[in-house]
């Protein structure tokens, strides 16, 4: 019976994270067809992950006891193969989307897509480990996929409204990605008491971080007028007053 209340609490907060999400979205609505293909796209790409982990990565240096630079090496492979895997798909899909357009989105969309590369995984594990494991993964690793790459998705998403080429910052924003990740498997697997508090450390900042980014995300629409909450006193198209502070213009119906 634990074991299934805690598959039942990952899927919940799951779910939760994304209702918070897309109900915290104050701009133009996002069609749910590219949603479900974001979350489809994190599960194929754990899919691939475990594809090209098996055939790329020594199992052995993942074991208890393997010497600890091995098992560093095996921890980044981990980190590398799986935030691009996450990443990389979906942002080919949707970067030049015309819905793709507002900071929010680039959160919105990547954590989805987190949450479809771990709500399989956490399930997973705790089927396999049992539920000890399980209830570790409740507690520090429920939205860590989502917190990875919805952050790297804030970059991306930040480059394209500034009027900036992809890859000025979204490859950076990636290679961080991927090594909190490396850092955080490698603290776990090596069983040294303070690299476990690092990793610790490590998926409790990059959750956090993921509510941070998004809050942040929110301001920079608001302040270019992308949200209905933000300064729609005028239509940026006809120029005249737009008194509803909408999303939409009164007078010409086009984006104000």
């Known amino acids: 019976m634990s074991l299934f209340i805690i598959l039942v609490a990952f899927s919940l907060m ?10 915290h979205d104050h701009g133009e609505k996002e069609p749910i067809g590219a949603l479900w293909a974001a979350a489809g796209l994190g599960l194929l790409g754990g899919v691939g992950a475990a594809i090209l982990e098996s055939a790329v990565l020594p ?15 095996a921890s980044m492979g981990v980190g590398v ?19 793709f357009n507002e900071h929010t989105d680039g959160v919105i969309y990547f954590a989805i897509a987190g949450l ?20 570790s993964r409740v507690i520090l690793t429920p939205f860590f996929h989502a917190a990875t790459t919805g952050m790297v998705g804030y970059f991306l998403a930040k480059s394209k409204l500034a009027g ?8 950076l924003a990636l290679a961080v990605a991927m090594v909190l990740h490396g850092m955080y498997d490698f603290g776990l697997a090596s069983g040294v ?43 940026r198209t006809c120029g005249q007053p737009n008194p509803a502070r909408g999303l939409y213009c ?3 119906g086009n984006h104000a």
């Open 14 to 23: 799951s779910g939760g994270l994304a209702w918070y999400f897309i109900a």
């Open 59 to 73: 199992i052995s240096n993942l074991q208890p006891g393997t010497a600890l630079a091995a098992l560093f090496l």
């Open 81 to 99: 193969i799986e935030e691009a895997c996450k990443f990389i798909p979906l942002a080919a899909l949707l970067y030049r989307k015309r819905y």
């Open 116 to 135: 479809g590369f771990g709500l399989p995984e956490n399930i997973l594990y705790s089927l396999q480990f049992g539920a000890g494991v399980g209830l």
């Open 164 to 171: 900036r080429a992809w890859y000025q910052t979204a490859p």
């Open 193 to 235: 008491p303070w690299l476990i508090g690092l990793s610790i450390l490590i998926t409790l900042g990059v959750s956090v971080s993921l509510f941070i980014f998004f809050s942040k995300a929110i301001g920079l629409d608001q302040a270019r007028g992308l949200s209905v909450v933000g300064k729609n006193n005028f239509c």
């Open 250 to 252: 009164v007078h010409c």
